[in-house]
């Protein structure tokens, strides 16, 4: 639902380029995580080129678990919700 909204700005400001960057939480080794959300990022992306966003306009940017928003890092114990926070894809204007 987010990207078809996504889709509907994107259609609505056609000289703007964003990045979608994808993050994970701490569990799993920093090498997987940074794998995962790379592919997260790359997938997002695909979808929107599939429902016809340009390419050129379109930029998919793994984190791994270098970027939480909270303080759920390796060997801290967090709840599933803290982990969860840390799951997300979001995206950044990077030209107008």
Same mark, same amino acid.
Do not use: W
């Given at each position: ?25 701490? *569990? #799993?080794? /920093? !090498? ?12 997002? $992306?695909?979808?929107?080129?599939? *429902? #016809?966003? /340009? !390419? ?12 939480? $928003? ?27």
């Amino acid at each position: 639902m987010e990207l078809e909204r996504l889709i509907s700005f994107l259609e609505d400001n056609v000289n703007i380029s964003i990045e979608l960057s994808s993050h994970t939480d701490s *569990r #799993g080794n /920093d !090498p997987y995580n940074m794998d995962l959300s790379s592919k997260r990022a790359k997938s997002a $992306v695909e979808y929107l080129v599939l *429902r #016809g966003m /340009d !390419p050129e306009r379109l930029v998919a940017k793994g984190y791994g678990e270098t970027k939480p $928003v909270n303080n759920c890092r390796n060997g801290i114990e967090c709840t599933e919700d803290k982990h969860s926070e840390n799951r997300r894809t979001e995206i950044k204007i990077l030209s107008q």
